[in-house]
């Protein structure tokens, strides 16, 4: 049994759910979010309250079970609450702008590197800090980890981007005699 898959997800106030043709929707103050609903999880609306449920007892409907409600709740939070990534940049000469839709890095390459902002994300970079919020989750932590892997942090000087929360584990480098 998922211990994820059994949990309530509730509807706050000003939040729409409906389900129809296995296409989840959620609507809320900040936007609405569409999800695709495989065959084998039914989904029960109760008031404000969700629950899911498997229609099979088989190994990928179990598997499938927890995911989906992890979704949903992400789905829910998401378009009441914005997630946000921050990025941190550091580096002499690293610098990051955005323009339009479009994010301007200088990494220490010959040339800047120009990235699109997707459609539903809200990027601001302030000197050598990244902020990335949106309703979609994965769509937030996709796109932090896009621009992560343009330039990942070194561990002998730190130099590249790095999350906010993030450590990097520091080598000792050459000693000379």
């Known amino acids: 049994m998922s211990r994820i898959g059994k949990r309530i997800i509730t509807l706050p106030e000003k939040t729409e759910f ?10 809320g103050p900040l936007g609405e979010l569409t999800r695709t609903l495989h065959p084998v999880i ?3 609306v109760e008031g404000n309250n969700i629950t899911l449920h498997p ?23 998401g378009v009441n609450k914005p997630f946000e990534k921050k990025l941190i940049l550091e580096g002499i000469g690293y610098k990051s702008e955005v323009t339009g ?18 459609a539903g ?13 949106g309703s979609d989750k994965e769509m937030v932590g996709f796109f932090a980890a896009k621009l992560r892997s343009l330039k990942k ?25």
Do not use: C
């Open 153 to 177: 942090p070194e561990p002998y000087k730190g130099k590249g981007m790095r999350y906010d929360d993030e450590v990097i584990r520091r080598k000792q480098g050459k000693k000379t005699t």
């Open 18 to 27: 409906k389900v129809s043709d296995n296409v989840i929707s959620v609507k």
């Open 42 to 44: 039914e989904i029960k």
């Open 101 to 118: 839709d479009k994010i301007k890095l200088a990494l220490g390459f010959s040339h800047p590197v120009v990235v699109d902002i997707p």
């Open 55 to 77: 229609k099979k007892d088989t190994l990928e409907s179990k598997a499938l079970w927890g995911t989906y409600a992890s979704h949903i709740s992400n789905m829910v939070s």
């Open 121 to 133: 994300l809200k990027v601001t970079a302030e000197k050598n800090n990244i902020v990335i919020s």
